[in-house]
């Protein structure tokens, strides 16, 4: 039975997301933005939270989590970046680039996306095909370089690339809208974007979340995703240009629009 996963809309555009093992009873929360609205979830399913990952140490991701330790009465076994645990809340389990842990009674594998900030995770549960990338990739965009290297970013999403196409992608905020008119701006012809964009307008009019995505549907139209494609290098005037400063300028052109 593939785990089930919630989407929590938290604060004014973030997202956290349960994940559950109907079969043993385990419940992951994958990042904290604020705990009332995750607690009603819990209370609603009746789920107690046997784990909580934290992506990445912005307060939109963490700050949550003292207070609903403290509603919930929960102790979940924390877990987050080991390169990170000085700024991180205190962890329980302290992961590296690469680590196969057990989480939901599934193997997750963490990886190192740093760019957005330095030692953001992403994780992978390959068996029920899910991914948690909070800011590095999101739905048709990418998160902002704080601390990280263009160069960084983009050998990160190639990591998350390479994962198979019907993987669906969890990322951290509904940017979706804004990302979308900037991906017409950088790929107008792109056809698989056109048609995307249409519907993300339609799913935003009636108020509907549009994360998680599919990854394969990132691929064929998240400019962050395509810096080395020759169709998006022929449209921003690159062709056969280094993907790093392909993907810096796509990443510079976001930065302003
Ligand atoms: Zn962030
Ligand atoms: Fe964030």
Known sequence: MPLELITIPCLEDNYAFLLHNAETGETLLVDVPDAPPIQAVLDAQGWVLTDILLTHHHWD?????????????MTPRIIGAAADAHRLPALD???FDGDRVEICGEEAVVIDVSGHTLNHI????????VLFTADSLMALGCGRLFEGTPAQMWDSLLK???LPDETRVCSGH????????????????NSDL??????ITAARAIGQA??????????????FL???????????NMTNADPTEVFTKVRKARDSF
């Open 61 to 73: 991701h963490v700050d949550g989590l003292a207070p609903l330790l403290k509603s919930s009465g």
């Open 122 to 129: 992403a994780v992978h549960f390959p068996k029920s095909a």
């Open 210 to 223: 549009t994360v998680p995505s599919d990854l394969g549907v990132e691929k064929r139209t998240n400019p």
């Open 160 to 162: 998350l690339r390479a």
């Open 226 to 236: 395509r810096a080395d494609v020759p169709a998006l290098q022929a449209a921003q």
């Open 194 to 199: 056109i048609s995307r964009v249409e519907q």
């Open 93 to 95: 389990l302290a992961v």
């Open 174 to 189: 509904e940017y979706t809208e804004t990302n979308a008119r900037f991906a017409l701006t950088i790929e107008p012809e």
